[in-house]
C-alpha cells in the first residue's frame, strides 16, 4: 500500500497548427491516503483524466513532482510505478483467454532470459496434458495459481477459458479489473471503468468494487463524471475545474459545505438552488421583499461577514430539500410550479418565484397533489442557507473549538493494509 502525492503539479500541452498552449494542469497539490479511495471529479477538459495519467506514467508533467509512497516517480516508467490501470475501454487482448489476459502483467513483470521464455512457453503448451507429459515451470505454476485466485474472487472462474468476444460488459469489465488486481500493485487506477454499462449493471458493479477495495485495503484513485458514483463509492472527493483543485473532502462536505458557487452548482442533483440576496445587518438576509434570519454555523459566518464589513451583494444558496411547500403566510415565498418531475418515491418541483422571477428546484412527497401552473408558498429551512460572496467563495465559517463537543474531523476509517 501507498500514498500519492502531487506537488505543484503542472501539464501543458503545446500549440498546435498556430493555436495557444493549452495547460490542463495549474500547480496542483493533492495527498491520498493509504488505502484510501479518493474519486477524481469534473467537467469534460477539467484534467482529471490527465492527472490519473500522469501518475500511471502515461504522460509527463511539464513541472511538478508526482510521489507514490516515499518514491519520486516522475521520471519513472510505467512498469516501475507499482501502479496498475483499469481503462474505461476495457483494453483486454482479443486473442488471449480471460486466464491469459489476467496473468499478462504478471508474466512481464520481471525479465526473462530466452531459455526461460522457452520453458514458460512450452509448459504452457503443456498444461492440458497429463502431469507426467507437462513441461516444468515454477514461475508459470505461481502465475496460474494468483490467476486462480483473482478469478475466484471476482466469481470469474467459469469463464478462464473463454475469449473477450464471448464475454458481456461487465464480465469483460470484471477481467480488466483482475488484471490489475492480479499484480498486487500499491496504487489502482480507474479511469471512468462503468461508463460502457447499463444503469442496471452499473449499480451493482460499483457496489462491488467498493467491497472489492474495503476488503483489498489499496490506495485507490477513480475518475469519474457519475454524481452518484462519486457521492457513493469515495472516501473523499476532489473536485477540479480548469486544472485547480476546487475543493476535496468527504461526499458530506462537499454536499453541505461547498466551498465556492463551482462546487455548490457541481455536486449534488439537483444543483443547490442559488439566488441573489442582500446582508442587511442584525445577521439577516433579504430576498425580494422578505427577510430571513439564517440558523446554525451560517449564522454565524454571516454575523462574522457582517462585523468585518462586508459587502451587501452575496449569492444565498438552498439545496432542494431546504424549501418545502407550506401554507400562505407572510415569510414564505409565493411561487408558480413551472414543471414537476415524478420519480416514484418523490415529485421534484421546478418553481418560479412570483417575486423576482427565479427558478427554484425543490423536493415534495408523492402524496402532494401539485399541477404545472399552481401557485404554491414555499418555506425556507433556516438552518439550509450557505452564503458566498462576489467572488464565488463561501463565506469562512468561524473556527470550531475542539474538544468532546467538537471533535477534530476525520477521515472514514480505513482498513489496515
Given at each position: 500500500m501507498a500514498e500519492v502525492r502531487f506537488q505543484q503539479v503542472s501539464k501543458t500541452y503545446p500549440p498546435r497548427r498556430g493555436s495557444a498552449p493549452v495547460e490542463v494542469l495549474r500547480q496542483l497539490d493533492l495527498s491520498i491516503a493509504d488505502g484510501e479511495f479518493l474519486v477524481l471529479v469534473g467537467p469534460s477538459g477539467c484534467g482529471k483524466s490527465t492527472l490519473l495519467r500522469l501518475l500511471a506514467g502515461l504522460e509527463s508533467p511539464s513541472s511538478g513532482e508526482v510521489f507514490v509512497g516515499d518514491r519520486c516517480v516522475t521520471g519513472l516508467r510505467p512498469a516501475e510505478r507499482d501502479v496498475a490501470m483499469v481503462f474505461q475501454s476495457y483494453a483486454l487482448y482479443p486473442h488471449l483467454s480471460v486466464a491469459d489476459n489476467i496473468g499478462f502483467g504478471l508474466r512481464r513483470q520481471r525479465s526473462r532470459t530466452p531459455l526461460q521464455q522457452l520453458g514458460d512457453g512450452l509448459h504452457r503448451a503443456t498444461r492440458r496434458l497429463p502431469r507426467a507429459l507437462r513441461f516444468p515451470s515454477a514461475r508459470e505454476e505461481r502465475i496460474e495459481q494468483r490467476i486462480r485466485a483473482v478469478a475466484d474472487t471476482l466469481e470469474l472462474g467459469a469463464l478462464l477459458d473463454r475469449l473477450p468476444k464471448e464475454l458481456s460488459g461487465g464480465q469483460k469489465q470484471w477481467v480488466a479489473l483482475g488484471r490489475a488486481i492480479a499484480r498486487q500493485p500499491a496504487v489502482f487506477l480507474m479511469d471512468e471503468p462503468l461508463s460502457n454499462l447499463d444503469a442496471k449493471l452499473r449499480t451493482g458493479t460499483r457496489a462491488q468494487i467498493v467491497e472489492?477495495?474495503?476488503?483489498?485495503?489499496?490506495?485507490?484513485?477513480?475518475v469519474?463524471?457519475?454524481?452518484?458514483?462519486?457521492?457513493?463509492?469515495?472516501?473523499?472527493?476532489?473536485?477540479l475545474n480548469r486544472g485547480r483543485l476546487q475543493q476535496l473532502g468527504t461526499p458530506i462536505e462537499l454536499y453541505q459545505w461547498p466551498s465556492n458557487l463551482f462546487v455548490a452548482q457541481f455536486i449534488g442533483s439537483p444543483p443547490m438552488n442559488l439566488l441573489p440576496v442582500l446582508s442587511v445587518g442584525g445577521g439577516q438576509l433579504q430576498l425580494g421583499s422578505k427577510r430571513f434570519l439564517p440558523e446554525g454555523?451560517?449564522?454565524?459566518?454571516?454575523?462574522?461577514?457582517?462585523?468585518?464589513?462586508?459587502?451587501?451583494?452575496?449569492?444565498?444558496?438552498?439545496?432542494?430539500?431546504?424549501?418545502?411547500?407550506?401554507?400562505?403566510?407572510?415569510?414564505?415565498?409565493?411561487?408558480?410550479?413551472?414543471?414537476?418531475?415524478?420519480?416514484?418515491?418523490?415529485?421534484?418541483?421546478?418553481?418560479?418565484?412570483?417575486?423576482?422571477?427565479?427558478?427554484?428546484?425543490?423536493?415534495?412527497?408523492p402524496e402532494q397533489?401539485?399541477?404545472?401552473?399552481?401557485?404554491?408558498?414555499?418555506?425556507?429551512?433556516?438552518?439550509?442557507?450557505?452564503?458566498?460572496?462576489?467572488?464565488?467563495?463561501?463565506?469562512?465559517?468561524?473556527?470550531?473549538?475542539?474538544?468532546?463537543?467538537?471533535?477534530?474531523?476525520?477521515?472514514?476509517e480505513l482498513p489496515a493494509s
Open positions: 472489492l477495495q474495503r476488503r483489498l485495503g489499496t490506495t485507490t484513485v477513480y469519474t463524471h457519475d454524481q452518484v458514483e462519486a457521492m457513493t463509492m469515495g472516501h473523499r472527493i476532489a473536485v454555523p451560517t449564522a454565524d459566518a454571516l454575523l462574522q461577514w457582517q462585523s468585518g464589513g462586508g459587502g451587501e451583494q452575496l449569492s444565498g444558496g438552498l439545496r432542494a430539500e431546504h424549501l418545502k411547500l407550506a401554507p400562505a403566510t407572510n415569510r414564505n415565498l409565493p411561487a408558480e410550479v413551472s414543471h414537476r418531475e415524478a420519480l416514484g418515491n418523490e415529485q421534484l418541483l421546478t418553481c418560479r418565484l412570483l417575486e423576482g422571477d427565479h427558478l427554484v428546484q425543490l423536493r415534495a412527497t397533489a401539485v399541477a404545472v401552473g399552481q401557485t404554491v408558498h414555499l418555506e425556507v429551512d433556516p438552518a439550509g442557507w450557505r452564503l458566498f460572496d462576489g467572488a464565488g467563495e463561501a463565506l469562512p465559517r468561524p473556527a470550531e473549538p475542539l474538544g468532546p463537543s467538537a471533535p477534530e474531523p476525520v477521515l472514514p
